[in-house]
């Protein structure tokens, strides 16, 4: 049972440039999450999918757009990355919104 | 929206001392508080969550306890080990269920165990 994966673990941008991570889950779980982590800031809710085909905004979604391509995969894209979007990502999934939530392993994004 | 505040930011105890996170949160409607561990280099992992019908949760040497009317709630840790040194977030969430709201989480404690 692998959980939440997330692909690619590191990655190194230069500003303007686009990508798409990844992320899949084989737990069953509806609700799937993109947060980002900045040191001293914790983790900010970035967007969410509530079901399949259902994205809402988080906290922090400027620069960035999802995906919910079905109930497993639910992807990140940066269309025009920025050095203030050097962070690292985490996937993340739950059963429902109010039950324990799995962490993918994350990604370390670094633009330059 | 949620705002969730937690201190300290850094927490050095004893091995054997036990070791006390505090948290607050802002939405009066957050019903669910979960406290994550979150090693270097690694991903958080849920040790412990509460709901707002109880008062307090206990796993062995992790307790929480939740105080709705002041909207705060703590982690106790008692006989610290050199294994509980990490970074500790609590988070709130106010989603009743019929949508994703998603967690607001503090900005974490870093937690040091001295020898």
């Known amino acids: 049972n692998a959980g939440v994966t997330q692909t690619p673990k590191f990655q190194v941008l230069k500003t303007g440039q686009s990508m798409t991570l990844q992320c899949a889950q084989d737990?069953?779980?509806?609700?799937m999450y993109w947060y980002r982590q900045d040191p001293g800031m914790g983790l900010r809710l970035i967007y969410y999918?509530?079901?399949?085909?259902?994205?809402d905004k988080g906290e922090v979604p400027n620069g960035y757009n999802v995906s919910r391509l079905n109930k497993r995969e639910f992807s990140l894209r940066l269309e025009s990355a920025a050095p203030s979007q050097t962070s690292v990502y985490f996937c993340?999934?739950?059963?429902?919104?109010?039950?324990?939530?799995?962490f993918g392993q994350g990604t370390r994004l670094t633009v330059v | 929206g949620e705002n969730v505040e937690q201190h300290p930011s850094t927490l050095s105890v004893q091995e054997g001392d036990s070791a006390v996170i505090k948290c607050t949160y802002s939405?009066?409607?957050?019903?669910?508080f979960p406290w994550y561990k979150q090693e270097l280099g690694k991903r958080p992992q849920l040790i412990i969550d509460?709901?707002?019908?109880?008062g307090e949760k206990k796993d062995q040497r992790i307790a929480v306890t939740l105080n709705k009317t002041a909207k705060h709630f703590s982690l106790h840790i008692t006989e610290t080990q050199p294994e509980d040194s990490a970074v500790y977030f609590c988070?709130?969430?106010?989603?009743?269920?019929?949508?994703?709201?998603?967690?607001?989480f503090g900005k974490g404690t870093h937690l040091i165990i001295q020898p």
């Open positions: 509460i709901r707002s019908n109880v």
């Open positions: 737990m069953n779980h509806n609700s």
């Open positions: 939405d009066s409607a957050s019903n669910y």
């Open positions: 999918s509530a079901s399949e085909g259902t994205t």
């Open positions: 988070a709130a969430s106010a989603a009743s269920g019929g949508g994703a709201d998603g967690l607001t």
């Open positions: 993340a999934s739950s059963a429902t919104p109010n039950t324990e939530a799995f």
